[in-house]
């Protein structure tokens, strides 16, 4: 469950203050939400506050339980977090070795970490893959190994921050099903209105406010009428 | 594999070098440098460069792979032992040139026959007793396995800057090369730090729980 009371963010910007999120407050309880709004429009620093990577200026952000800002470590060990751009996420050599980082601070013995990083792989479709350099990997491989990487520590919540937007369509397929089988509450930032459509409630923002909060057709109807808009 | 796989990367196999201990390969691995300085004279160099490349052949590295990886050090080793074959004489390039290029290949097949995470281990139990005067053992292993991940990575940014620069016709001005490469890298070092963030690396292990 993530509570968001007033939860705001307001950044100095030269001498004046730029809000990238507005005093926002709702409680997400359902196994899958979107975040859908147009580039810049405040998701990702929404998103950003789940799991303290972005810390709220104003306000108070409470996830499983835990004050997102007294508790962040322990935040962090329970919400798993994909990003973009998975380069930026994969930082071991191999692949295995990228999923068996994921394992060091809750699995020490080595093997163990091994078996457990290669037993993920195989769950989505990279075991022949265990011993591949990253950067030899394809974009839709490597997201599905920075995926993986999140899995691995199996996250009570997972937040995507627009998971698919860098791949085609077949990936994208591969990574949506994925995500749609995953047992954790997923918060899945997204431009892809048929993924969203496919939550259990959908927030649009706009402008660094949630301007709609509802059922997936209902706000993604709105969210089309929005951008039509001149 | 490609010419931007660092040239140490990790190659499975089960040679008598990838099943020596792991202890017996660092400890060789520093045992050749204090030989080199100790060794004098091109003959002795060039001995210990053919018995390092003899260790390469039987951890079984591929050889035009390790060729490409150690290339650069390759064309350092021979501007060096040039230039000090015409200040102080053919005997003492051919030493520097040797010992160097022997360094660069023992490592390689070091890294080429050790996982990185058992390099990261081993560093962290190295580290360890460091933590007292204020070393993070586990800070510092990461680090290294970074610089091996950031060197490919590294090379493609610059390859894409290079053709960035290329499609706008500016190819010969370095500024429109270097300026974008140093911002670009900025971006994803922050990129990478914030993914590590999220993954909780960095932070104290005893905020996370252990599974059996």
């Given at each position: 469950m993530i509570e968001l009371d007033a939860a705001g963010v307001t950044v100095r910007s030269g001498d004046a203050d730029r809000v990238l999120l507005h005093p926002t407050t709702c409680t997400l309880t359902e196994r899958r939400v979107a975040l859908i709004g147009a580039n810049g429009s405040g998701k990702s620093t929404l998103a950003r506050l789940v799991n303290g990577l972005r810390p709220v200026t104003s306000g108070r952000v409470r996830t499983l339980g835990l004050d997102v800002a007294t508790h962040g470590p322990q935040v962090r060990a329970r919400v798993g977090f994909v990003f973009t751009d998975p380069d930026a996420q994969l930082v071991m050599p191999t692949a295995v070795e990228d999923v068996a980082l994921s394992l060091r601070a809750s699995v020490r013995d080595a093997r163990e970490r091994d078996a457990r990083a290669r037993a993920v792989l195989a769950r989505i479709g990279l075991a022949g893959h265990a011993?591949?350099?990253?950067?030899?990997?394809?974009g839709g491989q490597k997201q599905l190994l920075a995926l993986a990487g999140v899995l691995a520590t199996e996250p009570e919540i997972l937040v995507c921050?627009?998971?698919?937007?860098?791949?085609?369509l077949r990936w994208r397929r591969v990574v949506d099903g994925l995500l749609d089988e995953v047992d954790a509450q997923v918060l899945l930032v997204t431009h892809d209105l048929d993924a969203a459509a496919r939550a259990d409630r959908v927030l649009v923002v706009d402008g660094g406010r949630v301007v709609v909060d509802g059922p997936p057709l209902d706000a993604v109807a709105e969210y089309r009428d929005r951008m039509a808009a001149p | 594999m490609s010419w931007l796989d660092p040239a140490g990367l990790y190659r499975p196999g089960t040679s008598l070098v990838h099943r020596a201990p792991l202890w017996l390969r660092l400890g060789g691995l520093a045992a050749l440098g204090v030989a080199l300085v100790v060794l004098r004279g091109p003959w002795s160099a060039l001995a210990v460069l053919a018995a390092v490349i003899g260790l390469a052949a039987l951890a079984r590295l591929p050889w035009r792979a390790t060729l490409r990886g150690v290339l650069p050090a390759l064309v350092t080793a021979v501007l060096v032992a040039a230039y000090q074959t015409w200040q102080r004489g053919w005997e003492v390039g051919v030493e520097v040139g040797a010992d160097l290029l022997s360094l660069v290949l023992a490592a390689t097949v070091v890294t080429a026959t050790t996982r990185a995470d058992v390099l990261l281990d081993a560093a962290v139990r190295t580290l360890r007793p460091l933590r007292r005067v204020g070393v993070d053992p586990e800070a510092v292993s990461l680090a290294i396995s970074l610089m091996l991940r950031t060197m490919p990575a590294l090379a493609t940014l610059a390859g894409e800057t290079r053709d960035a620069a290329r499609a706008r016709g500016l190819e010969r001005s370095p500024r429109a090369l270097l300026v974008p490469l140093a911002v670009r890298t900025v971006g994803r070092a922050r990129a990478t730090g914030e993914a590590l963030a999220a993954r909780g690396l960095?932070?104290?292990?005893?905020?996370r729980p252990v599974r059996s």
């Open positions: 011993e591949t350099p990253v950067h030899a990997l394809s921050d627009e998971p698919t937007t860098l791949l085609d | 960095g932070e104290t292990p005893a905020d």
